[in-house]
């Protein structure tokens, strides 16, 4: 059973940084590919970003876009997500999710195994 566990989150000032991680375990199959999705207060969960595990192709958000480089450490079986430029509108929980898609897709739908969130708030 593959399990994600987020940590990183925290509380952060307009402009500052936070680099989230995520841990992942219990994968056994070889293509695969690891999403990041945020649930603000009152809103819907919507896509931030994925990495693909076999190819390494990225997407983002165009609202992240520039801001949140993903990328992953296969030694350490972690995914990152670093935030730069945070913004009172990057306020969110934040998820990771597990896709057995070989390219990163955007439909949460396609993700079967999810963490459990990190919360990240940024104030003005």
């Known amino acids: 059973q593959v399990q994600l566990v987020e940590s990183g989150g925290g509380l952060a000032q307009a402009g500052d940084s936070l680099r989230l991680s995520c841990a992942v375990s219990?994968?056994?199959?070889?293509?695969?590919?690891i999403g990041w999705f945020r649930q603000a207060p009152g809103k819907e969960r919507e896509f931030v970003a994925g990495?693909?595990?076999?190819?390494?192709?990225?997407i983002y958000a165009d609202s992240v876009k520039g801001r949140f480089p993903i990328s992953r450490d296969n030694a350490k079986n972690t995914v990152y997500l670093q935030m730069n430029s945070l913004k009172p509108e990057d306020t969110a929980v934040y998820y990771c999710?597990?896709?057995?898609?070989?390219?990163?897709?955007?439909?949460?739908?396609?993700?079967?195994?999810w963490g459990q969130g990190t919360q990240v708030t940024v104030s003005s």
């Open positions: 219990g994968v056994t199959v070889r293509t695969y590919t």
């Open positions: 999710a597990f896709s057995r898609r070989v390219l990163v897709v955007t439909d949460q739908s396609l993700y079967v195994s």
């Open positions: 990495i693909s595990w076999t190819t390494s192709n990225t």
